[in-house]
């Protein structure tokens, strides 16, 4: 039996229960993450641009996650269009929440940051709008967005610490090697493998964003 989408390739049931596999493990981990995060971010720094920026960064990682398992997970073609526009939106929003945390817990970066959001709200109307037709617009939007730290963040990255950029550079290095797997439609699991990838890049980032918290 094949679960057949007007939203992407047919699944068959062995890579419908991967991805949810992969989407389950995922919700938990950063649901339970995020309040950890967020907890120590107050009990070390204390202050309220950290607190926020964390909390900014949280809610974008679980949003992110959590509109993939929708639109992955549940695939009716009456929702297929909102749902497709939320996953693909929430990448943005969620490529401009990590930058945020490190730059108002490092203090440098603010233009970056700002230019991010920029591009955020530009990346959510391309995707609002026509998500198919720009598609290769919006991939491109999402690389840029992702290594823009290296392109235009020198005071950004001379204010982070060397395992900070390690793990900043080992985790932009899984989202782009990902990027192969998504674009590869015709691999069978090629969308788990795909997940797999965004997971493990968001957990690598999410260490990276607690050791600046606490370094």
Same mark, same amino acid.
């Given at each position: 039996m094949a679960f057949q989408s007007t939203i992407r390739p047919a699944y068959s049931r062995?890579?419908?229960?991967?991805?949810?596999?992969?989407?389950?493990?995922?919700?938990?981990?950063v649901l339970g993450a995020v309040p950890v995060?967020?907890?120590?971010?107050?009990v070390w720094h204390g202050g309220p641009a950290a607190v926020t920026s964390v909390s900014i960064y949280g809610a974008a990682l679980i949003l992110m996650i959590l509109a993939s398992a929708l639109y992955n997970l549940f695939p009716q073609p009456e929702r297929a269009w909102l749902l497709k526009r939320l996953d693909h939106s929430a990448i943005y929003l969620k490529i401009a929440g990590t930058y945020t945390a490190f730059v108002l817990v490092s203090g440098q970066g603010h233009g970056l940051v700002a230019a991010l959001w920029v591009a955020a709200a530009t990346g959510v109307t391309l995707?609002?709008?026509?998500?198919?037709? #720009?598609?290769? %617009? =919006?991939? &491109?939007? /999402? @690389?840029?967005m992702g290594w823009a730290g290296v392109l235009a963040?020198?005071?950004?990255?001379?204010a982070l610490s060397t395992p900070v950029l390690v793990l900043m550079?080992?985790?932009?290095? #899984?989202?782009? %090697? =990902?990027? &192969?797997? /998504? @674009?590869?439609?015709?691999?069978?699991?090629h969308n788990t493998i795909w997940h797999v990838?965004?997971?493990?890049?968001?957990?690598?980032?999410?260490?990276?964003?607690?050791?600046?918290? #606490?370094?």
């Open positions: 062995a890579e419908y229960i991967s991805d949810a596999i992969v989407h389950f493990s995922g919700l938990v981990l995060l967020i907890v120590l971010t107050a995707k609002l709008i026509a998500p198919d037709r #720009l598609r290769w %617009a =919006g991939l &491109g939007l /999402y @690389l840029l963040g020198g005071a950004l990255l001379g550079a080992v985790g932009g290095g #899984l989202y782009t %090697a =990902g990027v &192969g797997f /998504y @674009l590869w439609e015709r691999l069978p699991f990838f965004v997971l493990a890049a968001s957990l690598v980032f999410y260490a990276a964003v607690l050791v600046a918290v #606490l370094g």
